[in-house]
């Protein structure tokens, strides 16, 4: 965000271990770039094993000094069986890197880490101050989501014989990823094909992307939803309370990150009725669990007062179908161009 003369840039999670690679020839590439703050939204392998190998980097790392994380430290006050067990190793980088951890937020953990990153019950939605006059609108973690984390944090922490806060120098990967067979669209694909798969209701029960740290960056009357992998339930209540911020029935929104790669389970047409929006992102490539998953796309549109873009870093076996197809219900796909790994998003 910014002008062409002061730009600024905020980093959100760091993919996998396994993408790590990718991940870094991509940030060298970004040679200038500095981070406000590296944002790791929360402790599953697929957004935090990346992570740890950037803060590894004695190359990249320098580019950090503001690290927004709930460690265990704020998951007992305020998925993925590897996950906590990567947060307790994330922490000693964290730690041991001199990072300003969660600096602002309290009550502070201890004189050298701020406090958790949770949206109270009641009043305003937190907003932080970023420099160039960006402002972070907190919809994500909820207080008892957090808590739910720290119990799920202790039980994994202590089977892999590590106690809980304490840190770990290893680095624990998770299994290579695994191609998934997708099923077919409907045929045709069209209007009364769309409502039949937004009908579908599932629901995700995953502790740790409960635990998500999800927020909407405004800037120069911009709006950009982060969503992370947070619970629908969550993002129903904050939405509810920024419309009040912002004074909007329907606040506007110029573009949406699916919330968990686009599973179904984690998105609601509830929440979508909250917001208007045109442009959406999808981040995954398909592996393990084939997302985005069809019903959540058909939400999407359903509930859409007009046409919609879907931006995916990936064409997939998923998503090049709704490609061809999507057209006819209201609905463009874009991809990276041939060649390239990354995707950028007018707003």
Request: net charge negative.
């Amino acid at each position: 965000y910014g002008t062409r003369s002061a730009t600024h840039q905020v980093l959100i999670d760091a993919g996998t271990f396994h993408s790590w690679d990718g991940v870094r020839t991509e940030l060298v590439r970004r040679r200038r770039d500095r981070y406000e703050v590296f944002v790791v939204t929360h402790v599953d392998e697929d957004h935090i094993g990346g992570a740890i190998a950037l803060l590894d980097d004695p190359d990249l790392k320098q580019r950090i000094d503001h690290v927004w994380f709930n460690g265990f430290v704020h998951c007992k006050t305020g998925g993925n069986v590897l996950g906590p067990v990567n947060g307790e190793q994330l922490t000693t980088r964290i730690v041991d890197g001199g990072f300003h951890w969660n600096d602002g937020f309290t009550p502070k953990a201890s004189d050298d880490v701020g406090g958790p990153i949770v949206v109270p019950r009641a009043g305003d939605l937190p907003c932080i101050d970023l420099p160039g006059d960006a402002c972070v609108v907190l919809l994500s973690p909820s207080g008892p989501k957090l808590k739910a984390m720290a119990k799920t944090w202790t039980e994994d922490v202590l089977r892999a014989g590590l106690v809980p806060g304490g840190g770990d120098t290893a680095h624990t990967t998770s299994p290579r990823p695994r191609d998934r067979v997708t099923d077919p669209l409907p045929d045709p694909l069209d209007l009364d094909a769309v409502a039949g798969l937004a009908a579908e209701k599932h629901t995700d029960s995953s502790k740790a992307n409960g635990s998500s740290i999800a927020f909407i960056l405004e800037y120069d009357d911009k709006r950009v939803l982060f969503a992370a992998d947070a619970h629908a339930s969550v993002l129903t209540s904050a939405l509810t309370r920024y419309a009040q911020r912002v004074g909007e029935t329907r606040p506007r929104l110029d573009l949406v990150k699916l919330s968990h790669h686009g599973s179904d389970a984690n998105l609601s047409t509830k929440m979508l009725a909250l917001i208007d929006c045109r442009r959406w992102l999808v981040s995954t490539n398909g592996d393990n669990f084939a997302h985005p998953d069809d019903a959540a796309l058909a939400k999407v549109i359903a509930t859409a007062d007009g046409p919609v873009t879907f931006f995916c870093n990936y064409r997939s076996a998923r998503t090049a179908p709704w490609a061809e197809h999507g057209p006819g219900v209201g609905a463009t796909f874009t991809f990276p161009k041939k060649g390239k790994h990354t995707i950028r998003v007018p707003v």
